[in-house]
């Protein structure tokens, strides 16, 4: 039965291959937020400079086109 009910609705989803990749290279090259020095691993965000809409495959897995910041 492929019906949906009134509880449940059907989903595309885009998800970003290579960003957990993206984040570890980061916090091996430099593991601290580049804004305060928060070095806990569990506040660090992996971010882009140029962002990721905007970038191709290759800058979008580019370590020198990211930095940490924290959500702390």
């Keep these: ?3 949906l009910t009134t509880t449940e609705k059907e989903q595309l989803v885009k998800s970003r291959i290579g960003q957990s990749n993206f984040k570890e290279g980061l916090i091996k090259r430099e593991c601290k937020c580049s804004l305060c020095g928060v070095a806990d691993k569990r506040f660090l965000i992996a971010s882009h400079i140029k962002p990721w809409r905007d970038s191709d495959n290759k800058e979008r897995l580019d370590l020198d ?8």
């Design 65 to 72: 086109n990211g930095f940490l910041f924290c959500g702390y």
């Design 1 to 3: 039965n492929d019906e």
